[in-house]
């Protein structure tokens, strides 16, 4: 039998210790981890966090913590004003005596060898950017969490539709994952997988449909990664103005995909200009 | 599940059922070691347990006890039915005594009868790898960001729910949890790491000598 990789203890260690995981799911897990030394040593670890964390000094005092997180002091604001200005400013200088009145696309600032050209564009340079949204895009399918535990009620269809999507046998899991009952527990996550397959089937007005229902649904494990993919999917149509406003809400979730997506919105940036903000620097942390 | 190897994930090593038969019938003869040895395996499994049950450490600790205690007696008077259900057994015993602590308005501490030649209950090593894990811990929550260690605080040791957070730190719900889980896991990796580390140098140390 194949030893345990711990991921039981990952899902479910958190909301174990923090006395929100269902009784018949925290009965699974004792049976569990009594038995696996790999999900013992997870939950220990997450035990001695909590120990930490209690004997760490707490951030409290009397001033509301909204208060005291929301505000920097007015000096950094006014540092950061300044550079701004100063940064504004040497660029539309140096923009000025290099490129002259003819302005290159500002896509073309990309070495050529780090983004695939069409040679046709390429003998063209001023006919349109050198890359297109499109060619961003990230299509790729998302890896699969498996959400339940052992003994927990798992709808067969669900399972069945993710041994397909295991195989990358994306029409398979599709015509499986659709039948999965909206009442059920997976339902959310048949619904985001089955979009990531029709995403890859190049379906993308019905993949970016699903993804979207995911994502305005609220809080999920799949919420972060709808947004995402929906950008991927604008990105895909060559809708960059799109792509950026999916990037910004994937940003403003601050999850695992926050640095992949504001390194994306970058460069998709790129082809918006100057109409469109840059997503906002990561937010400096306030000094306890 | 994803594929059979998830669905493998949540089964359990082969043997144990057969550990476990055996490691009770050798306790039910009056085996010493045997006793040890299962002093060894479950006290800090059942600690684990009762401290995310109670959320309290010094009742954890008297749970704990107990629990250990009552359940040495049973197998010693040979009330195991099923030796190969000794965890079942075990865990049945404390979440017993959790809910009967629960139930009751005070705790009946001397409702047990203590026998004089119990096994060394207070596990010595144990401790000091907890105190390891506690300690890489401290360090990792200390490079935290304010805003991380403070929501790990209000989850973990005040019991915020992720809406009360948001509201109190002018986040979204969504936003909390995502910073929870990605400082979660720092700090795990960090004492993962590190307890990496220690039992290397352990094992050089030992093949030094």
Redesign the interface.
């Known amino acids: 039998?194949?030893?345990?990789?711990?991921?039981?203890a990952e899902l479910c260690g958190?909301p174990?210790?923090?006395?929100t995981l269902p009784e018949h799911q925290v009965e699974l897990f004792?049976?569990?981890?009594?038995?696996?030394p790999v999900c013992?040593a997870?939950?220990?670890?997450?035990?001695?966090?909590?120990?930490?964390?209690?004997?760490?000094p707490?951030?409290k005092s009397d001033i509301?913590?909204?208060k005291r997180?929301?505000i920097l002091p007015a000096r950094t604001w006014a540092l950061g004003a300044a550079a701004a200005i100063l940064l504004f400013a040497a660029v539309f200088s140096f923009r000025a005596l290099n490129l002259g009145p003819k302005r290159a696309p500002i896509a073309q600032s990309t070495p050529p060898s780090t983004s695939p050209v069409n040679p046709q564009e390429q003998a063209n340079p001023a006919s349109s950017a050198s890359i297109r949204p499109s060619q961003l895009a990230d299509l790729a399918l998302p890896p699969?969490v498996?959400p339940?535990?052992?003994?927990a009620q798992?709808d067969a269809q669900f399972?069945s539709g993710?041994?397909d999507?295991?195989?990358s046998d994306c029409r398979d899991a599709v015509a499986a994952l659709s039948k999965v009952p909206a009442q059920s527990e997976d339902s959310r996550a048949a619904r985001f997988y089955c979009a990531a397959c029709q995403m890859r089937l190049g379906n993308l007005t019905e993949a970016a449909a699903q993804m979207h229902t995911v994502a305005a649904g609220?809080?999920s494990p799949q919420?972060?990664s709808a947004l995402y993919y929906e950008a991927q999917i604008a990105l895909a149509n060559d809708d960059p103005a799109a792509a950026h406003q999916y990037l910004m809400q994937t940003i403003?979730?601050?999850?695992?995909l926050?640095q992949k997506a504001r390194d994306e919105d970058r460069k998709v940036h790129e082809f918006l200009g100057e109409q469109t903000p840059e997503a906002p620097e990561k937010p400096e942390?306030?000094?306890? | 599940m994803g594929d059979d190897s998830n669905g493998e994930d949540w089964m359990l090593p082969d043997g144990t059922d057969g550990d476990q038969a055996r490691m009770a019938a050798a306790v039910s003869q009056g085996d010493r070691d045997a006793e040890r040895a299962f002093v060894e395996r479950y006290l800090p499994r059942l600690r684990a347990l009762l401290l995310a049950r109670t959320r309290n450490a010094d009742l954890a600790s008297d749970l704990l006890q107990d629990v250990m205690i009552e359940a040495i007696c049973a197998l010693r008077r040979g009330q195991l039915r099923e030796p190969s259900k000794l965890t079942a057994f075990v865990m049945g015993i404390a979440r017993n005594l959790l809910n009967s602590h629960f139930r009751a308005a005070t705790r009946q501490p001397d409702s047990l009868d203590l026998p004089d030649d119990l096994p060394d209950l207070s596990s010595a090593a144990s401790k000091l790898e907890d105190e390891e894990r506690e300690s890489a811990a401290m360090h990792a929550i200390a490079n935290l960001e304010t805003i991380d260690r403070t929501i790990l605080q209000m989850t973990l040791v005040d019991g915020l729910k992720p809406g009360v957070i948001a509201q109190k730190l002018m986040l979204k719900p969504e936003v909390v949890r995502q910073r929870k889980l990605r400082a979660t896991r720092k700090i795990i990796d960090f004492v993962r790491g590190r307890s990496q580390t220690s039992a290397a140098i352990h094992l050089v140390t030992r093949q030094k000598e």
Do not use: W
Request: with cysteine.
């Open positions: 039998m194949k030893r345990c990789t711990g991921t039981p958190l174990y210790i923090e006395g004792e049976t569990h981890f009594f038995e696996c013992f997870y939950l220990q670890d997450l035990q001695a966090m909590q120990a930490a964390l209690s004997r760490f707490a951030e509301p913590v909204r997180l929301s699969f498996a339940n535990l052992r003994g798992e399972e993710m041994k999507y295991a195989r609220g809080d919420q972060e403003a979730l601050q999850g695992d926050e942390t306030v000094a306890r």
